[in-house]
């Protein structure tokens, strides 16, 4: 299991299969000339660049990659992906590695992200598509950080580009049923 602390520990070799298995990417073939981090919107605000992660998978720092906040910030927008010579889908890896990370209660790299990420599920989940403004009332509410960005959402309000109101989708319950099949 892995474990705090930087060690590289005795099922690593199963993480790398488990990041290869779930992503289906074979991150051995990139070489490392950094097009995807010259192309990524997020590349100054992740601890460690996208090649870089890859170049910790490739050396076996499996948990380093693991701690890293790249993981959180990651947007899966595949800009990187469009440019790779090797047609890497980086923003798969990343999802494999989030999902590993939280299976082995890896500190979050970005906690307040996390948060993020769940709402945006749960209004899927309620709805069948993302109801914005609560997705941001509720992260909000669980950040306690209510009155950053106030100016910027009453302008978006008074543009409308946020819903008062959320609409869901016609067939909830299949979308329901995804939910819960994932959870059984
Ligand atoms: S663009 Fe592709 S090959 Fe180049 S460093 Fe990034 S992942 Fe590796
Ligand atoms: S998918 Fe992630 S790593 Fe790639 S460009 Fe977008 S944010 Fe950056």
Known sequence: MVQNGNKILESDRDIASQVINRSNVNFNSCYHCRCCAGGCP???????????????????????????????????????????????DMSAIMDALRQIALEHNIKVGQPSILGFHTEVLNSIERY???????????????????????????KMLTKRKLDLM????????????????DQD
Not at 48 to 75: D, M, N
Not at 128 to 134: A, D, F, M, V
Not at 138 to 149: A, E, G, I, N, Q
């Open 42 to 88: 997020f590349v100054k605000a992740m601890d460690y660049a996208p090649h870089a992660i890859i170049r910790l998978l490739q050396l076996g720092f499996y948990e380093k990659a693991l701690k890293s906040s790249t993981i959180w910030i990651c947007v899966g927008c595949n800009t990187c992906s469009s440019v790779c010579p090797m047609s890497i």
């Open 128 to 154: 069948g598509r993302t109801h914005k403004l609560e997705i941001m009332m509720r992260y909000k509410v669980r950040t306690m950080d209510l009155f950053s960005d106030m100016d910027l959402g009453i």
């Open 166 to 181: 959320p609409s869901k989708v016609k067939d909830i319950q299949a979308i329901k049923n995804i939910f819960k099949s």
